[in-house]
């Protein structure tokens, strides 16, 4: 559970439109001083009213008959999501998706620092992709608490992504995101995110075959 500046729930949903809000006043400080909840909402495809109950989890942002300051609003929401202060993040998997995450540069920009990758080849470990070294997944233990790793990415097979997450989580990991193409099994309250791009293909196809 995620409280807000007043104690309440956050709900799942609203976090989860935090980092699109942040993104929007990136692009808008350059853009515009001011804008408007009516605007902004139009901007994303949502209501005036939802953006205001969306930003009052967080604080007391606009002002009535102003608008919200755009630059103002960027660096409180960064704060909020922890933009300036650094996150380590390790990735499992040292394969396709493992090396396009690790050249990925929108980590760097948003606050996130990679400090190793694992993997169990022999041939991989002591390797460097994009200048960040290979280890080997049986010495990870050490490593997360060295380090401080927060977040771990899971970027292997399917078979084994379970056993990896577990092992994560009995490591101290704090978070996961998971790239494997299956729907985690941990224990309940952990924070966890199940990528499957596979779906999000599938739901497009549907849509773009069955569109009228």
Known sequence: MVKGKDGQEIPRVVIER???????????????????SKKLG???????????LDLSYFGDFGQQGYGYNT???????????????????III????????????NAFYE???????????????????????????????????KEQ?????????????????????????IKGILNFAPIDLDLPPGFPFENIHLIDKMLALSFIVKNQT
Request: with cysteine; net charge positive; proline share 2%.
């Open 42 to 52: 139009e901007l994303l495809g949502s209501s005036a009213s939802q953006v205001r």
């Open 93 to 104: 998997g040292a394969g396709n998706i493992g090396r396009a995450l690790v050249r990925y």
């Open 148 to 172: 401080n790793i927060e977040i771990g990415i899971i970027a292997v097979p399917e078979e084994v992504a379970n056993d990896v997450a577990k092992r994560l989580v009995e490591c101290g």
């Open 18 to 36: 935090l980092p699109r809000y942040y993104r929007y006043f990136v692009w808008l400080e350059n853009q515009v001083e001011k804008i408007s």
């Open 71 to 89: 630059k103002k609003l960027k660096n409180e929401l960064g704060k909020i999501l922890g933009i300036n202060h650094q996150s380590n993040f």
């Open 110 to 144: 948003a606050g996130f620092t990679i400090k190793g990758i694992f993997d169990i080849k022999p041939s991989l470990i002591g390797k460097e992709i994009n200048g960040v070294k290979i280890y080997d997944f049986n010495k990870i233990d050490g490593f997360i």
